[in-house]
């Protein structure tokens, strides 16, 4: 059965997900990208994963990364979530070159950020699967995360909010 790509994609998109940025330096070049596909995997030790498109202009400098830095992105930062999904351009312009303590271009504003080293790549269909190893994080705190949900950024409403699982359900649902 041949599945109609567009289809799939839109009904993919019923998966609502945050969105981030990872970052990382290789040979001295600054290079970041917005994903989707942030996951996490293992907590011992702690993994997670994100992917990028066989046709991304920078795969080649994404697998060369020896450092990553992944930023979880506030509502507020739709306008850098968009800059980050273009291919092209000067992504940097007018952000500082601060860096993350792994060498990592630094985005500030974000809601929480992980420093990782590289652990695992797998091919992955027409994207590459990075498996990364975190070796530093932190947060902002409870902020409202940025959220892409068919094919729109939306937002969260506390007031909907729900009350975490019972510990019954810590494995299932990851808290």
């Given at each position: 059965m041949a599945i109609d790509q567009r289809e799939f994609r839109n009904v993919l998109g019923q998966f609502a997900t945050g969105i981030a940025i990872v970052t990382a330096t290789v040979d001295g070049v600054r290079i970041g990208s917005t994903i989707s596909s942030f996951n996490s995997v293992s907590l011992d030790p702690p993994l997670v994963l994100f992917s990028i498109a066989n046709k991304a202009l920078s795969l080649t400098q994404w697998k060369a990364a020896k450092a990553l830095a992944i930023f979880i992105l506030g509502e507020h930062q739709t306008e850098l979530s968009n800059r980050f999904a273009r291919a092209g351009g000067d992504k940097w312009s007018g952000l500082d070159d601060t860096l993350t303590s792994n060498g990592s271009p630094f985005l500030p504003g974000a809601i929480a950020h992980f420093e990782c080293s590289p652990y695992?790549?797998?091919?992955?269909?027409?994207?590459?699967?990075?498996?990364?190893?975190?070796?530093?994080?932190?947060?902002?705190?409870?902020?409202?995360?940025?959220?892409?949900?068919?094919?729109?950024?939306?937002?969260?409403?506390?007031?909907?909010?729900m009350q975490a699982p019972s510990d019954v359900d810590v494995w299932l649902h990851g808290w």
């Open positions: 695992a790549t797998y091919a992955g269909g027409d994207h590459e699967i990075f498996v990364c190893e975190v070796t530093r994080f932190a947060s902002a705190g409870a902020k409202a995360p940025l959220i892409f949900h068919a094919g729109k950024y939306c937002h969260l409403k506390p007031a909907d909010a």
